[in-house]
């Protein structure tokens, strides 16, 4: 079974809207972490935002925030004011339990119209 | 702000050749990775590096993949003979001892084999 699940493979946004992108988890361990990273056309993986399972506040990291729903094993990441250099493809991953390894999902390209 | 360094970032290889993938990790990490990503997939985790060893390991990384840390700093992956099919972007990873603390990934390698 996948463990992250990201159904949503492209995306379009208005400049200065926001976005939402989905993630779904599965995991049976108690603690684990949650990441998104965003990876640009030039291909590096840039760490954007980190929950806790144990966390019982929303990250939040600037215009980035993760709509953490423990119940429903999603962590949906929220760009506001969407700016065109947020054109990108974007990964949902988890770390389960002592497990130091990431899991990632299949990501979703997000384009930023003018 | 430390980085992750991996170099070269660009490798064209020909079949059956071996090729050597250097990182030089954030200096007080203790943890190290090799994911790959195949152009346009998803980031797979290859394998994982702790005291000197490995720690863990996926399928994909069988008996053609090696790794080391020569010198207490450099931390590279090997290929002993080259398939097309190991044509993707190669990224290093570390972290702190405690995951919370997050990766860091290097900007990758884009190994081309011909």
């Known amino acids: 079974a996948q463990k992250i699940t990201q159904t949503q493979p492209g995306m379009f946004v208005q400049e200065k809207e926001a976005v939402t992108l989905d993630c779904t988890y599965d995991?049976?361990?108690?603690?684990?972490?949650l990441f998104w990273y965003k990876q640009p056309s030039s291909g590096e993986m840039i760490f954007l935002i980190y929950?806790?399972?144990?966390?019982?506040q929303n990250a939040t990291e600037g215009r980035y925030s993760l709509n953490f729903q423990k119940a429903r094993k999603s962590a949906n990441l929220v760009i506001s004011a969407s700016q065109l250099g947020d054109s990108a493809m974007y990964f949902c991953?988890?770390?389960?339990?002592?497990?130091?390894?990431?899991?990632f999902g299949a990501g979703t390209t997000v384009t930023v119209r003018a | 702000e430390p980085e992750v360094t991996q170099t070269p970032s660009h490798q064209v290889t020909q079949m059956g050749q071996e090729v050597i993938l250097r990182c030089v990790p954030i200096?007080?990490?203790?943890?190290f990775y090799w994911y790959r990503q195949i152009l346009g997939q998803k980031v797979e985790f290859l394998v994982s590096?702790?005291?000197?060893?490995?720690?863990?390991k996926s399928e994909i990384f069988d008996d053609q993949f090696s790794v080391e840390r020569p010198d207490g700093s450099n931390f590279t992956l090997k290929i002993r003979s080259t398939k097309l099919e190991d044509s993707a972007m190669y990224f290093c990873?570390?972290?702190?001892?405690?995951?919370?603390?997050?990766?860091?990934f290097g900007s990758g390698t884009r190994l081309t084999v011909v």
């Open positions: 990873a570390s972290s702190e001892s405690s995951a919370h603390y997050g990766y860091t």
């Open positions: 200096s007080n990490h203790l943890y």
């Open positions: 995991t049976s361990d108690q603690s684990y972490g």
């Open positions: 590096f702790y005291n000197n060893e490995i720690s863990e």
């Open positions: 991953a988890m770390r389960e339990g002592y497990d130091y390894k990431l899991s």
């Open positions: 929950q806790g399972s144990y966390d019982e």
